[in-house]
């Protein structure tokens, strides 16, 4: 998926409808996605996966089970990294999803969600 893909099914985990690009409707290259906030209000959706705080958020809408669900596939996906994993060194899988960076958070709760597109 690419970056603004990510964002907008972030927004949509979030609560965020009507997502769509700016460009389309108005023939411009801004890449602006706008959408309808859970408030109800119309604006720019943020740039959610590169937001520190949108996981912590995140994590506060998952169960439990979707808890060890996100723990499981970061592993999975930090694994199939082989340059992420080598800079890790000696260290646990476990202990390197700590360091996981955004790309592959974001990866694993929308993953978790049924939002990731391959």
Known sequence: MKDQEISNALAEVYGWTDI?????????TLNLHVGT???GRKRSVPDYWHDAY????LWHLLTEEKRGQFVDTLCEIIKEDDQYMAYMGTGTLISAAFF?????RAKAMLKVFGKWKD
Do not use: I
């Open 37 to 39: 906030d859970p408030q």
């Open 20 to 28: 769509y690009c700016v460009d389309e409707k108005y023939k411009t």
């Open 100 to 104: 996981a960076n955004p790309y592959q």
């Open 54 to 57: 949108t996981f912590e958020d």
